[in-house]
């Protein structure tokens, strides 16, 4: 059985220090862009964080799943908050197969 670690590399500081020494003034956009991004506005922090949660499950990245899952309840999200943003996620990624059945029902129409 192949191990997380083995795919995905432990994200670390140095990690980080080099992708800010390779590019600064792009990491340094993005970081200032993420940071207005999950700033309290309209929604709240805590909101955008569950959002974050089902995004990254949709998208399925590791990273992202660990730092907002951990972030959303930084802000105040409930374990139970969580798992209904990844369950809201899962619907979603199974709605849109569903969804997609379209496509396949109109090109068996074609077929006669």
Not at 44 to 54: D, G, R, S, Y
């Amino acid at each position: 059985m192949v191990m997380a670690h083995e795919v995905y590399p432990v994200a670390t500081r140095e990690m980080s220090e080099r992708r800010r020494a390779l590019a600064p003034e792009i990491h340094d956009a993005f970081t200032n862009f993420s940071a207005a991004v999950f700033r309290a506005g309209a929604l709240p922090e805590v909101t955008k964080q569950l959002i974050a949660v089902a995004v990254a499950h949709t998208t399925q990245c590791p990273y992202c799943i660990r730092g907002h899952t951990q972030l959303a309840r930084a802000k105040g999200a409930t374990d139970e908050q969580i798992m209904e943003a990844i369950w809201v996620a899962a619907e979603m990624r199974a709605g849109g197969a569903y969804a997609h059945a379209a496509v396949a029902l109109d090109a068996l129409s074609e077929q006669g």
